[in-house]
Each structure stands twice: as C-alpha cells, then as structure tokens.
C-alpha cells in the first residue's frame, strides 16, 4: 500500500480518485488552495471512505510550504491535478496559465526532487491532439495544441517526460483525459461547475433541474452521423480507478508512458441528451444554435494502451454517466423525486 499527495484533490477529478485510491487500501494527503473547490468536500469525503484525509492548503507554487508538507508524510508518489482548466480564461490570460500550470509544476517538480519523490502522475488532456486527423485517436498522433491551456498541458507533459528520460524521475504516467462526467454513485461527491456551465453535461443537468430553460445544441451541421458534436465522454470513477491502476503501475516499475484515457466511444451531443433522458425520465428542451468557435467536429480515444499497460479500461456507459450525474445534481439541488 502506497503513501500518495494529490495536488488539487479537493477538486472534481481528485476527490473520486481521493476516494478510490482509499478504497483500494492507500493513504491519501490532499494539498489544495480550494481555489476551485469546496470548502465541504473533506466532510464529504470523510462521510463517503469512513476516513480522514490530511490536508495542506497551499499554493503549488509556495515551494517552501510544499517542501515542508512533503517531508511531513512518506509519500511515495504524486499525482498532480492542481490547475487552472478554463480554455477561454486562458486566452484572456495567458501569464496566469503559464505561471499557476507550468511555473506551479516546475515549482512542485523541485519540492518533490528536494525530498527525493520521484514517482508523478500528470493530469494531462485529450485538448493537445487539437484536431485530430482521424479518430479514434492513437498516443503517437500529432499533438497540434489550439489554446494557452492546451499548451501548457504539452508543456508540462514534455517537462514530466524529460525528467523520467534524465533519471530525475523514476515513475512517470501522463494520462490523457478525454471528457469526464458523472458523479460518485453515492452522489455525496461530484462537479460543481462555478456560474453558467461550459461542459455539455453539467449544462444538461441544469436544464433538467430547471436552472435553464433549455440546452443550446451548439451546431448542427457537422460531418458526424447525426450532424451534433461527437465526443468520447468518460465516467469520472472510471478515470479515478485509472490514476490508481497508473500510480501502482509506477510503483512496481521504473517506467514512463503517456496514455489516452477514454471510452473509445464517441457519442453525439444528441445521442447524450436522448441517453440522459431515457436514463433518468427527464425531457430535455434544446434548440439548435450555431456552432461553438473553436469546436472539433468529432474526436474520441483509441483506449487499448491503457488496457495493454495497466490493465484498466472504461466499464461505465453514457446511461451510467447520465445517472450519476443527475442524482448528484438533483440532490444538490434539493430535488426528491429522483
Ligand atoms: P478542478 O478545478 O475541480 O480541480 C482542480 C483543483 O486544484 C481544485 O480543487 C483547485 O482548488 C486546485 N488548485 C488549482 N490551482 C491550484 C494551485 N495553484 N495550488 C493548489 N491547488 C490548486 O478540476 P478537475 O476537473 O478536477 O481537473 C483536474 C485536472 O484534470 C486539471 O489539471 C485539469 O486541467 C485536468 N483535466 C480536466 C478535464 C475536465 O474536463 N474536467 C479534462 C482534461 C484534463
Ligand atoms: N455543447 C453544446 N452545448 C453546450 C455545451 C457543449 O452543444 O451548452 C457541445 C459542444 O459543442 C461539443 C460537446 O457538446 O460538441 C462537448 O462540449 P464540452 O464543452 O462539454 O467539451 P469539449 O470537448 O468542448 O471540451 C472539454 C473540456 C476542455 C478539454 C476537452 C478535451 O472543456 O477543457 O474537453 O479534454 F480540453
């Protein structure tokens, strides 16, 4: 059993692998600023494993706090989430996205090197293939970045990559994220998306909590079968049994690999809405408006790497995403006849 500090695992994705990595007998220390997250997910958290996860609030940035904190703890690995994750924000912004992703990650690398942690696990995103020539998509296509975010993404994957080819670090996985949703089936964790939500799925369950009137189906004229975006969503218990089949893949071996982590799915924003209300007997009002700037068409993961490597592969559908997402929603939203 393993000792391991997740940085941002307050946040949405670290607080289900906080809870998997528990269940499956390791110890978990969260470090977090809370700047994009709530101040109620350790009480959740601790309601949901049973347990009491210790937590340092810092900066990534703050190397001496952060050095200090990792002496505190055996940790034997790192899996690193805390970012800056908003694709408009970081073209209004591009110095805060270089200095919270890449400076925050290079200062983290250096406090993890000073007390000889050598074993990192990287948030990456399906964002750095841009867009794609073909799907599904293989690790090894061309990697055309087409936003500040994404490129810092690329950068830290390249940083994390030169470290494990130097020796500096031993164990290096970056996963590539295609789209996660859901919610833990408990519903006492998931996604709380600040303001108007971007993400399709989020805007979704708002629409069938009645947040909003409906969902703006954003083009439909595209060259995917039924004309809507196509994409390869991913549920977020799926993605957390990853981190932790990644990080005891680190573990038992000095190894570096770059992964795609999605379903090998791609599924039309009209397939989803049509899923979502099937699953959970909700009516999804939506017009068609025109297309999103900067959307691709259609892109979704070629996920056997991450099954050859580390065994791990994708066991919940859209119907289970849909679910989980809404019972998460609802109950939030103090909505009973779910
Ligand atoms: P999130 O915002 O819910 O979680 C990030 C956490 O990091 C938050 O708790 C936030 O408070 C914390 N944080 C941010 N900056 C920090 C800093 N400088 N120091 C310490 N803590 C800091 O985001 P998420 O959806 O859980 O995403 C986690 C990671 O996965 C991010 O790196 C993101 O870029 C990546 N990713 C997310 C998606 C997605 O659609 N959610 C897709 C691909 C990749
Ligand atoms: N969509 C709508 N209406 C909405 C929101 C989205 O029709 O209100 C459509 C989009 O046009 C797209 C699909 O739903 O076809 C998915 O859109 P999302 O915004 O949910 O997700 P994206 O694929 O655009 O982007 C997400 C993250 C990015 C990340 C990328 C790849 O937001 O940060 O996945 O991992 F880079």
Request: aromatic share 8%.
């Amino acid at each position: 059993m393993a000792c391991v500090l997740l940085t941002g695992g307050n946040g949405y994705i670290g607080s289900h692998t906080t809870a998997v990595l528990s269940e499956r007998g390791h110890d978990v220390i969260i470090l977090d600023n809370f700047s994009n997250s709530g101040r109620d997910v350790p009480d959740r958290l601790r309601r949901l494993t049973g347990k009491t996860f210790p937590i340092i609030e810092a900066d990534i940035r703050d190397t001496a706090t952060v050095t200090a904190a990792l002496a505190e703890f055996p940790i034997d690995a790192v899996i690193h989430f805390a970012a800056l994750k908003a694709v408009g924000e970081s073209e209004a912004d591009p110095l805060l996205y270089y200095d919270m992703n890449i400076v925050g990650t290079i200062r983290l690398l250096e406090a993890m090197q000073a007390r000889n942690i050598r074993r990192i696990v990287f948030s990456s995103s399906a964002t750095v293939y841009g867009q794609p020539d073909f799907s599904p998509i293989p690790e090894d296509a061309p990697t055309r970045v087409q936003n500040i975010y994404g490129r810092t993404k690329l950068v830290m994957e390249n940083l994390i990559t030169d470290l494990a080819r130097t020796g500096k670090l031993l164990g290096a996985a970056n996963l590539r994220y295609f789209n996660p949703v859901g919610a833990h089936p408990s519903a006492m964790i998931g996604e709380t998306p600040a303001g108007v939500p971007n993400n399709l799925m989020p805007y979704v369950c708002q629409v069938a909590s009645g947040i909003r009137p409906f969902l703006q189906v954003f083009g439909s004229d595209y060259d995917t079968p039924d004309g809507t975006g196509v994409r390869d969503y991913i549920h977020v218990m799926d993605l957390a049994q990853a981190h932790a089949a990644a990080v005891e893949h680190l573990l038992a071996n000095d190894t570096a690999f770059t992964v795609n982590l999605g379903t090998g799915i791609g599924i039309s924003v009209l397939d989803l809405v049509h899923a979502f209300e099937h699953a959970n007997k909700r009516k999804i009002e939506y017009k068609i408006v025109p297309r999103r700037p900067g959307d691709v068409a259609s892109y979704f993961a070629n996920p056997e790497a991450a099954e050859k490597l580390l065994g791990w592969k994708a066991r919940l559908g859209i119907e289970e995403m849909c679910r989980d997402a809404w019972v998460w929603e609802a109950k939030r939203g103090g909505i009973n006849d779910v």
